[in-house]
Each structure stands twice: as C-alpha cells, then as structure tokens.
C-alpha cells in the first residue's frame, strides 16, 4: 500500500482514474472509495471490505459535478442542496436511466453527499467523476479514525493501492434523509434536523 501525505499528491488522482481503491480520510472516519462509473471498480471496494455487494454505497462529488446528469433533483431538492451542501447531509434521490447501475443498485434510489471538508472537497473537485465511498473497515467491524490502524488492516490487501494521509475531526454522523417522496423522511439524525430540511424543502422563509 502506497502512503500518501496529501490529496495533491497526484498518484491519489491516478489510481482512481485506474479504477482502483483508495483509502481517505472524511470529516468523520477513514473511508474508501473508487469512482462512481466503474462496476469493476465497485466490485474491488466491496471485496477488500469484505461488504455484500447488495448494500448501497453513497455518491460523493464536489459541488459543480452535473448531479442532474444522473439524478433526477426537483426545486425542493435543489433547495435543501443549495441550504446544506457542502456540509453533514446524505439525501437520497430518485436515479436516473443513466445513473451507473452500482449508485443504485436496481432500485433507481442513490444517495448523495456534498462534504464540507475543505481539502476533500477540492479533491473531488479536481476528478471529472464522482466517488463511492464508504467506511474504511472490515464489515461488521468498528470504523476508523486513525490512519495507522487503517493501514494494520488493509496493508496485506492487494486491493486497497494507497492511503491518503489526514484528519477525521467530527464524530458525530451525518444526517441521512431522503428525499423520494412528498416530504422529507429522516434515515439518520446527525447535526442537521428534520425541521431545518423541511425549511428548505417546501421552500418557507425564502
């Protein structure tokens, strides 16, 4: 495994290019994660977690990736995006036809995450793809703050290509909501609430 001290180092850029994984930090654990286009690709980061491929993995960009390219984002939903992301939010969206088949799995559902974390947001700002990321841990096991313990149980997988150094500084989770139905349904409570998201939502205060 390659160790990596910063996202400009540009070999983090290539092994996602190549379709390969790489491990990351987030605002809140270590994570891993490939691009979002590539089935292969997602085959590898379910295989080195040990993770059922059945089980959605969220979408992670920077703010000007053409979500509506492959997401279908109403008025409301481009509401709460333009309130909260970047930032500590997860929404599910209605996928489109040409939305890859692993951001959704059948289900025509796919959750999507802006994050604030600024040297992780000029990342995925620099890739001309979007990720998938999810928890740097074997499935089941607890997630990870600390690079080193990352590396103790990645180090002998020939799938996971390198790690990128950096902090993990909120422990509190995101806030998962979705958005697929007439109103907005809390999945998960981090620090934004279901009346903040309704706010925006159905467009009150504007």
């Given at each position: 495994?390659?160790l990596?001290?910063?996202?400009?180092?540009?070999?983090?850029?290539?092994?996602?290019?190549?379709?390969?994984?790489?491990?990351l930090?987030?605002e809140?654990?270590?994570?891993?994660?490939?691009?979002?286009?590539?089935?292969?690709?997602?085959?590898?980061?379910?295989?080195?977690?040990?993770?059922?491929?059945?089980?959605?993995?969220?979408?992670?960009?920077?703010?000007?990736?053409?979500?509506?390219?492959?997401?279908?984002?109403?008025?409301?939903?481009?509401?709460?995006?333009?309130?909260?992301?970047?930032?500590?939010?997860?929404?599910?969206?209605?996928?489109?036809?040409?939305?890859?088949?692993?951001?959704?799995?059948?289900?025509?559902?796919?959750?999507?995450?802006?994050?604030?974390?600024?040297?992780?947001?000029?990342?995925?700002?620099?890739?001309?793809?979007?990720?998938?990321?999810?928890?740097?841990?074997?499935?089941?096991?607890?997630?990870?703050?600390?690079?080193?313990?990352?590396?103790?149980?990645?180090?002998?997988?020939?799938?996971?290509?390198?790690?990128?150094?950096?902090?993990?500084?909120?422990g509190?989770?995101?806030?998962?909501?979705?958005?697929?139905?007439?109103?907005?349904?809390?999945i998960?409570?981090?620090?934004?609430?279901?009346?903040?998201?309704?706010?925006?939502?159905?467009?009150?205060?504007?």
């Amino acid at each position: 495994m390659l160790l990596l001290s910063s996202f400009s180092d540009p070999r983090a850029k290539d092994i996602l290019l190549q379709g390969e994984v790489l491990a990351l930090p987030t605002e809140t654990v270590y994570g891993v994660g490939v691009r979002f286009d590539d089935e292969n690709a997602y085959q590898r980061l379910c295989q080195c977690k040990g993770r059922s491929p059945s089980k959605p993995i969220a979408v992670r960009c920077g703010p000007d990736f053409p979500l509506d390219d492959y997401f279908l984002l109403t008025p409301a939903i481009k509401r709460v995006r333009k309130k909260f992301l970047p930032g500590p939010l997860t929404v599910l969206v209605k996928a489109k036809e040409s939305a890859p088949y692993q951001t959704h799995l059948g289900t025509f559902v796919a959750g999507i995450r802006i994050p604030g974390k600024k040297e992780l947001l000029d990342f995925l700002s620099s890739l001309p793809f979007a990720l998938q990321v999810t928890s740097a841990n074997r499935s089941g096991s607890p997630a990870l703050k600390d690079r080193q313990k990352v590396i103790e149980v990645f180090n002998d997988s020939p799938l996971v290509k390198a790690i990128v150094e950096g902090k993990c500084e909120s422990g509190t989770p995101t806030t998962v909501v979705s958005l697929v139905g007439d109103s907005p349904l809390i999945i998960r409570q981090g620090d934004v609430t279901k009346e903040e998201i309704d706010q925006a939502f159905f467009g009150k205060g504007d």
